[in-house]
Each structure stands twice: as C-alpha cells, then as structure tokens.
C-alpha cells in the first residue's frame, strides 16, 4: 500500500488552525446570524455583529463552528469556548455526580453568559498562578480567543485589563 502526502489528514488533538477557503460563507453568515444587536449591518458601528457580553451557550455554539470554518478558532480553541463553564451535574450524596435533567440543561443552554469575561477570566487565573509563559497552561490559546472575540464584538473589543 502506498501512502502519498496528497491526502489532507486531520488530529483531533491538533491546534493548527483550519485552512481558510476562497469563497467560504463566514464572512456572509456575520450579516445572517440570528442574534444581532442592530438590524442596520450598514457599517455605521464599531467592531463586529455579536455581543460576546450576552450570548447563550447554544449561539456560542452555532457560531465557533463557524470560527472553526473560517480559520479563525482552531479545535482546542473551539473546545475551551464550548465547555468553559459548562456545568456537569449537581453534586449529591458523598460527592457523587447527578446529571442534569434535560430542562436544567435547557435552561443552562439558553441563559445569557459573558464569554468575554470568561475568557479574560481564564487568563488572569492562569497569570495569578504564574503560568502564562507555559506553553501548556492554555494562556496563548484563551489570548488568541479573546482576541477574536474582540475583533467580532459590537461597539469595538473590551480590552483586557491588566491588575
């Protein structure tokens, strides 16, 4: 059997970013995606169409598919993003996991968070356990996030404070 370098293989551990394509909807889905702050997409505002601020877990979903897509977010990006916060269960007797049922995870699903504060959150945890310059501590990986993030969120990015 012979195996040529032709062929596009595909890790799902790794963190290269997606290959961005000629043509590819992302930048069309911006103007289509159905939570906008402001019907008018005629350019007037700062920044981008979404408010990172107050977006349900289930939008954040939808659209780090579309991040992903673009070569925006790589797949460990998109998995921080998707499972930051998310809770398991509820903890019961002696410590043991009890799952959510499926209207807690609805409600879950559908409740506003502020995944630019997660993000800014994960990076000041990791800064306060002196690991930002660990490249296995996921720092550059929540900077990259946030700063795609900002770029996409109305009324200009919501800079990073340093304490």
Do not use: C
């Amino acid at each position: 059997m012979r195996v040529d370098g032709s062929t596009a293989n595909y890790s799902i551990f790794s963190t290269q970013k997606k290959s961005t394509t000629t043509g590819s909807a992302f930048s069309d889905s911006l103007d289509d995606f159905d939570q906008p702050i402001d019907a008018d997409s005629s350019g007037d505002e700062e920044g981008g169409s979404y408010d990172f601020t107050h977006m349900t877990p289930a939008e954040m979903r939808d659209l780090t598919g579309d991040l992903y897509d673009s070569g925006d977010l790589d797949l460990a990006q998109v998995l921080q993003l998707q499972l930051s916060g998310v809770p398991l269960g509820k903890v019961g007797p002696n410590g043991s996991l009890i799952p959510f049922s499926d209207a807690e995870k609805s409600a879950y699903d559908n409740s506003s968070q502020d995944f630019l504060g997660i993000a800014s959150n994960a990076m000041d945890d990791i800064e306060s356990q002196g690991r930002a310059g660990d490249p296995t501590s996921g720092y550059q990986s929540w900077q990259g996030i946030l700063s795609v993030l900002n770029s996409l969120q109305v009324n200009g990015a919501v800079e990073d404070e340093a304490v």
